[in-house]
């Protein structure tokens, strides 16, 4: 059985730092897994990626130069470092795996999901 269970959100202050991180049991990945955010209202968004074969990393424009994904393959964990946090990054985060083949920030592409954990930064 696949689980992925996320953990590190909280509430911080503009230009805090938060580090998330997934723990991955009953699944190796050998393609990509991703973080993905969700605001009231909103759709789930991509917001990086991660190949686990090969590190190549992926950020949607919002979050580019602040956040930084990682993994550890002996733990099978997954990481996203949040600098420079701002009050637009509020949401609850997820972790995704078991990607499709499809474009990387598409929540279709994804069989395996976590329960999300909430970030709320405030101004």
């Known amino acids: 059985q696949v689980q992925l269970v996320e953990s590190g959100g909280g509430s911080v202050q503009a230009g805090g730092s938060l580090k998330l991180s997934c723990a991955v049991s009953?699944?190796?990945?050998?393609?990509?897994m991703a973080w993905f955010r969700q605001s009231p209202g909103k759709e789930r968004e991509g917001v990086a990626t991660?190949?686990?074969?090969?590190?190549?990393?992926y950020y949607t424009d919002s979050v580019k130069g602040r956040f930084a994904i990682s993994q550890d393959n002996a733990k099978n964990t997954l990481h996203l470092q949040m600098d420079s946090l701002k009050p637009e990054d509020t949401a609850i985060y997820y972790c995704?795996?078991?990607?499709?083949?499809?474009?990387?920030?598409?929540?279709?592409?994804?069989?395996?999901w976590g329960q999300g954990t909430q970030v709320t930064v405030s101004s």
């Open positions: 991660i190949n686990s074969s090969s590190g190549r990393t």
């Open positions: 995704a795996a078991g990607w499709r083949g499809g474009s990387w920030n598409l929540e279709k592409e994804y069989n395996y």
């Open positions: 009953g699944y190796s990945s050998t393609s990509y």
